[in-house]
């Protein structure tokens, strides 16, 4: 009895297949050991997860040794700033006396410093300068 293609058919007893290129049963066996191995390491995590947890859930704050006797200790001098946040307040107030106040940049040039509202509103009557004309329109 002939396949429709050509082939033998299935109840050849000369016609075996390869044995020796795959162990299925190792095959198998890895991937039994892969999946217990991979378990094991889920529980013990677990299990981690769990002591770390009731550990953190104590609510017990453990102070290092050093860090106890280094409470109150300043860092050497020059100490360069020990106040950042008047500081920060300070230069701010500079900062906007500059932009909202009237002052000399420059007496000997005539040049002074006005506030911005002020600058605006006299930019605005004056308009911005502009270029001149050469006469030559390009069309």
Do not use: C
Request: hydrophobic share 40%.
């Amino acid at each position: 009895m002939h396949s429709a293609h050509g082939h033998a058919p299935a109840d050849n007893p000369t016609v075996h297949h390869e044995t020796s290129d795959v162990n299925i049963r190792a095959i198998f066996a890895f991937g039994a050991g892969l999946i217990a191995v991979a378990a094991a390491v889920h529980f013990i995590i677990w299990l981690m997860f769990l002591y770390f947890g009731a550990r953190e859930a104590t609510g017990e704050v453990r102070q290092f040794p050093l860090a106890v006797s280094q409470e109150n200790r300043l860092p050497p001098e020059p100490r360069l700033q020990t106040n950042p946040r008047q500081d920060l307040i300070d230069l701010r107030n500079g900062e906007d006396a500059l932009l909202n106040g009237y002052s000399w940049v420059d007496k000997n040039q005539g040049i002074v410093r006005i506030p911005i509202d002020e600058a605006m509103k006299l930019t605005v009557q004056r308009g911005l300068p502009a270029r001149q004309e050469t006469g030559q329109e390009k069309k």
